[in-house]
């Protein structure tokens, strides 16, 4: 994938039908979808339960562009392998999930996936100025992680800014999970982020026989990020 700062939308199929991903999956990338955003929760790190290496594998055929698998889960290392064998394009795990990110990050990037690193609401970003040279994409949580439906945490936009600044001229992405909408998407984007996760606000109102609302969802959060 060529790095590039055109921003990107990344349903999260946390909001999709569970009783019909491929088509889901499939639905969105037809209706504009950059990328295909798969949250993995463990119900110990955070307190949701949804998917594992299994769900990914199974949805892989369906995807034909960019996964991008989110793991909200502890301890992480004894997951990479599975979730790269799965077929995720990029393993994102979280900076409080264990003593070691570095080392969680150069696994990651040794089973040849691209590495994201997330942060939570209430954790600073004085540790990612040293996990830089690792790290191909930042996620900043704009909601606490584990639910989908929430509020956008404004006070994160300073700590995005903040990143954007630090990461300067190289070439790594900062994700926004959470809270997306056609509201937000402007905020966040004039602050420095360029993929947008969005879940509730791309497939609220949308099914799989009549998509179109995925798509409308889709555009109109593209057109307000642009603004």
Request: aromatic share 6%; proline share 5%.
């Given at each position: 994938?060529?790095?590039?700062?055109?921003?990107?939308?990344?349903?999260?199929?946390?909001?999709?039908?569970?009783?019909n991903f491929g088509a889901e999956c499939r639905a969105i990338e037809a209706q504009g979808?950059?990328?295909?955003?798969?949250?993995?929760?463990?119900?110990?790190?955070?307190?949701?339960?949804?998917?594992?290496?299994?769900?990914?594998?199974?949805?892989?055929?369906?995807?034909?562009?960019?996964?991008?698998?989110?793991?909200?889960?502890?301890?992480?290392?004894?997951?990479?392998?599975?979730?790269?064998?799965?077929?995720?394009?990029?393993?994102?795990?979280?900076?409080?999930?264990?003593?070691?990110?570095h080392r969680t990050l150069q696994a990651i990037r040794a089973t040849g996936k691209k590495?994201?690193?997330?942060?939570?609401?209430?954790?600073?970003?004085?540790?990612?100025?040293?996990?830089?040279?690792?790290?191909?994409?930042?996620?900043?949580?704009?909601?606490?992680?584990?639910?989908?439906?929430?509020?956008?945490?404004?006070?994160?936009?300073?700590?995005?800014?903040?990143?954007?600044?630090?990461?300067?001229?190289?070439?790594?992405?900062?994700?926004?999970?959470?809270?997306v909408t056609v509201e937000t998407a402007p905020l966040v984007v004039a602050a420095g982020?360029?993929?947008?996760?969005?879940?509730?606000?791309?497939?609220?109102?949308?099914?799989?026989?009549?998509?179109?609302?995925?798509?409308?969802?889709?555009?109109?959060?593209?057109?307000?990020?642009?603004?």
């Amino acid at each position: 994938m060529t790095f590039s700062r055109q921003i990107k939308i990344a349903p999260s199929i946390l909001a999709a039908d569970f009783a019909n991903f491929g088509a889901e999956c499939r639905a969105i990338e037809a209706q504009g979808a950059d990328w295909v955003h798969v949250d993995v929760m463990d119900g110990h790190f955070v307190p949701n339960i949804t998917f594992g290496p299994a769900t990914c594998a199974a949805i892989r055929p369906h995807i034909r562009g960019f996964m991008d698998v989110h793991l909200m889960i502890a301890p992480v290392d004894s997951y990479i392998e599975a979730f790269a064998e799965a077929g995720a394009d990029l393993i994102s795990a979280h900076l409080e999930a264990g003593p070691h990110i570095h080392r969680t990050l150069q696994a990651i990037r040794a089973t040849g996936k691209k590495a994201g690193l997330a942060i939570n609401p209430g954790t600073g970003i004085d540790a990612v100025a040293h996990l830089l040279d690792l790290v191909d994409l930042v996620c900043v949580m704009t909601v606490n992680p584990g639910f989908g439906g929430q509020k956008f945490i404004h006070s994160q936009l300073d700590k995005v800014r903040s990143l954007r600044q630090m990461i300067g001229d190289r070439p790594i992405h900062i994700e926004i999970d959470g809270g997306v909408t056609v509201e937000t998407a402007p905020l966040v984007v004039a602050a420095g982020a360029d993929v947008l996760v969005a879940g509730s606000a791309v497939f609220k109102g949308g099914s799989v026989d009549n998509p179109a609302p995925y798509g409308v969802n889709i555009a109109a959060i593209r057109a307000a990020a642009a603004r």
